[in-house]
């Protein structure tokens, strides 16, 4: 296999993933409007930024991006923040 071909299959697989993750995160937007409890939409919402993590770092990848990364980082950031918000407002309200 030359290195042409194994560019091109792994640009093939990376494009593979982020369709797999934007279903995941189209199913995960679909179950934080849904959710009958706090909880799925707890989750939902952590699957939405952990997703949304992957998709910018694939991104930065196929698109050479470099900023991509540090926008994926932020993201990351963020949700960690929200994350910890989210679990106070739910521990102040019980």
């Known amino acids: 296999m030359t290195t042409g071909s194994a560019s091109s299959l792994l640009t093939i697989a990376l494009l593979l993933a982020l369709i797999i993750l934007l279903i995941s995160l189209f199913i995960g937007l679909i179950r934080a409007w849904l959710g009958p409890s ?18 910018l770092l694939i991104l930065a990848i196929v698109l050479q991006i470099a900023a991509l990364y540090d926008v994926a980082l932020v993201l990351a950031l963020l949700a960690v923040v929200g994350t910890v918000a989210l679990t106070q407002s739910e521990n102040t309200h019980d």
């Open 38 to 55: 706090v909880e799925d939409r707890f989750s939902a919402i952590l699957l939405i930024g952990t997703g949304g993590v992957a998709i």
